[in-house]
């Protein structure tokens, strides 16, 4: 079979790497792959471990998009969602930008459409526009500067009082930054669909199991779980707040996937996925993020494909917000 045949049917790729994958030492492989095409491979916290272990470099939104703008690689490998292979692109247009799986969206970008999100700010004329990165590049382009969980607070507060301001897609962040800052902002009604299940009552009867353990979580949760957490942040935030606080057991109120950093950073420690309401335990693991594996990111190198592009001119658009945000740091 070519290479031809190969893109053309992925799902032939995808079943030959799967079959063979016991002769295949994947790992040596991606290694080879990505300095033969001088690559990088980011990564995000919510990816399964295994992926994190492959990646250059793993972090959260910001910390992606910082290492995106500085990256001297000749091509990017992002495993992640694809709003963010899309600001990896933004920063860097003249580089092949690839997602092991082009479907791996994310339901606040997928619940905050620019066409209606263009209609929605026609009645907010002259207010500025803050959007949280989990946005399409179009969303973006609409845009006065963006943020992420990790630098929302600066964000807002660099915006001079007296200034009108929407945030969107993502209200409980939304929320949260108006209780952090006393900045009144118009709220887009987005959530995760991951950060909004968990149960605040779950949460306070596994800390009476576990008296000791402190509650850590993700602000894009709903206010009632972050009044019993010890400590609000992001990923990056709830890493550090891990490795310092002198606790043992904690109780982590986001995706799952960051555990795997945190046992690392933090050995010894005990870290319990946070409850949520209903039964679906599954139902707390982004399913977006976990469509990129292994097999797929193998194949996304070999082949260079699914490859992510931006239409130049909400690229050229897009860029302006994103460097504002980089630019605070």
């Known amino acids: ?14 079943r ?8 295949i030492d994947l790992r040596a492989e991606i290694d080879h792959l990505r300095r033969e095409r001088q690559a990088v491979i980011l990564a995000h916290y919510y990816q399964d471990a295994e992926i994190q272990d492959l990646a250059d470099f793993v972090g959260d939104s910001l910390q992606l998009a910082q290492a995106a ?31 092991p799986d082009r479907e791996a969206g994310c ?23 803050v959007s949280y990165v989990n946005c399409s590049a179009a969303v973006k382009a609409l845009s006065d500067i963006i943020c992420t969980s990790s630098n929302a607070q600066r964000v807002v507060m660099s915006i001079p009082e007296g200034q009108r301001i929407v945030f969107a897609p993502d209200r409980h962040l939304g929320r949260y930054i108006i209780r952090k800052t006393g ?25 009476v199991r576990h008296p000791g ?9 709903d206010q009632r779980v972050l009044d019993v957490a010890d400590h609000v942040g992001s990923t990056s935030s709830l890493l550090k707040f891990v490795q310092d606080d002198p606790a043992r057991e904690f109780i982590i109120v986001t995706e799952p996937g960051i555990i795997h950093q945190m046992e690392r950073s933090s050995p010894g420690k ?5 409850p949520i309401e209903g039964a679906c335990e599954a139902c707390a693991v982004c399913p977006h993020m976990k469509r990129n594996t292994v097999e797929k990111l193998y194949l996304c190198l070999r082949d260079g494909t699914p490859e992510v592009t931006v239409p130049e001119e909400i690229r050229v658009q897009a860029l302006v917000p994103i460097e504002r945000m980089l630019a605070l740091g």
């Not at 991951?194 to 800390?207: A, M, N, P, R």
């Not at 005990?270 to 946070?274: D, G, M, N, R």
Request: hydrophobic share 50%; charged share 20%; net charge neutral.
């Open 1 to 14: 079979m070519d290479a031809d045949q190969r893109s053309a049917d992925p799902a032939i790729g995808m």
């Open 16 to 23: 030959a790497v799967i079959d063979s994958r016991a002769a």
């Open 69 to 99: 703008a500085r990256t001297d690689a000749k091509a990017i490998v992002f495993c992640g969602v694809h709003f963010m292979a899309e600001t990896a692109k933004i920063l860097n247009p003249s580089k092949p930008v690839w997602i």
């Open 107 to 129: 339901s606040l970008a997928e619940g905050c459409p620019a066409n209606a999100f263009a209609r929605w700010l026609e009645n907010y004329p002259g207010a500025a526009v």
């Open 183 to 207: 900045r009144d902002m118009i709220l887009w009604p987005g959530t995760c669909q991951v950060h909004e299940v968990f149960s605040e009552k779950k949460i306070v009867q596994l800390k």
């Open 213 to 221: 353990a402190k509650v850590a979580a993700h602000p894009e949760c």
């Open 270 to 274: 005990i870290f319990l996925p946070a």
